[in-house]
């Protein structure tokens, strides 16, 4: 049974920092492409960062510079790090494990950047 948990969502306000992680289960970790992505009321959910299993990174435009994704294969982990936060950074932010025609999600960590 796949799982992918994530952690570290919140309220922030703006300027602050807030770190994601997802711990997955339930599948070889290394070779899955890992992802954060995110969904705002009112609109479609959108990529903001990957990471293969040889760690080479994918940014979205608007996280670029401010975000930094990472990964812990001996713990199956992966990590967002996200600093300078706006208020238009508020989402669920999801989690994304993928490999070829497979692909799972977790149930999303709320955050919200308000003063």
């Known amino acids: 049974q796949v799982q992918l948990v994530e952690s570290g969502g919140g309220l922030v306000q703006p300027g602050g920092s807030l770190r994601l992680s997802c711990k997955a289960s339930?599948?070889?970790?290394?070779?899955?492409?890992m992802g954060w992505y995110r969904q705002a009321p009112g609109k479609q959910r959108e990529l903001v960062a990957n990471?293969?299993?040889?760690?080479?990174?994918n940014y979205a435009d608007s996280p670029l510079g401010r975000f930094t994704i990472s990964r812990d294969n001996s713990r199956s982990t992966v990590y967002l790090q996200m600093d300078s936060l706006r208020p238009a950074d508020s989402a669920v932010y999801y989690c994304?494990?993928?490999?070829?025609?497979?692909?799972?999600w977790g149930q999303g960590t709320q955050v919200t950047v308000s003063a």
């Open positions: 990471i293969r299993g040889g760690a080479r990174t």
């Open positions: 994304n494990a993928a490999v070829g025609q497979l692909s799972y």
């Open positions: 339930g599948i070889v970790f290394s070779v899955f492409t």
